[in-house]
């Protein structure tokens, strides 16, 4: 590890985390509620899978380029099993948003009940391992990571992850993350945006969420996922 940086702040792991649990805490019972045959309807709750999808990915990706290698190389060998543990999890989350993927596909094309069952299948398949690695990775990692990982290599997921997100859509996804994120830490992340966005960034994103939210779900305050 170089030496004299500081070390990282992972305390807006959580903030990624609470939005991954409620968005596909929420999504059976959001699919399971669109009529058979009703493509906008469909059209709709799928273009939000698909994102969920894809900052899922987004999330993990980051990680197994920046994160694990470096925590294998650096952390004591009584504990670097833990390690090992994530990066297998890390492959089965993979299989499970790729069957979701897969069966995003077939809904949209015909938007049948069937189909709509089988995403919602897919999704209630990922949820357990999902869970499960959200919270073995907050208690077991996260210290980790603040302890073996600096500021600027952990600032590398969050960049990455930023140069692949749509501006159109940061507002929405920065908004998801404020919807539960704890206040301290959404200060801290806006402390290191833009000067020139950091003012109005609250306001704007909390305003794209309500909307889209009210959107998906039909209230621009959906339930929050505690578990």
Known sequence: MPKNEPLADARDMFVVHAMLRREFGLAPE?????????HQRAGVVADHL???NGLLEQHHS???KHIWHRLQERVPGEIASIVD??????????????????????????ASAEARDGLAAAVDGLLPILREHLAI??????????KYITSAEYRLVAAEGGQETPPELFPVIFGMLMYEGAPDVI????????AQVQGGIKQMASSAYAD????????????????
Not at 33 to 38: A, F, L, R, T
Not at 87 to 105: K, S, W
Not at 187 to 194: F, G, K, L, R, V
Not at 212 to 227: F, S
Request: net charge negative; aromatic share 6%; proline share 5%.
């Open 212 to 227: 889209y939210a009210n959107k998906v779900y039909g209230t621009p305050a959906p339930r929050k996922t505690t578990v």
């Open 85 to 110: 543990i994530m990066e297998e999890q890390h492959e089965a989350i993979h299989q499970g948003y790729e069957r979701v993927d897969e069966a995003l596909g077939k809904w949209r094309a015909d």
């Open 50 to 52: 698909h994102l969920m």
């Open 187 to 194: 200060e801290d992340i806006i402390a290191e945006m833009p």
């Open 62 to 64: 980051g990680e197994d």
């Open 137 to 146: 990775e907050e208690e077991r990692v996260v210290p980790l990571i603040e």
């Open 30 to 38: 959001l699919i399971r509620g669109v009529d058979g045959g009703d």
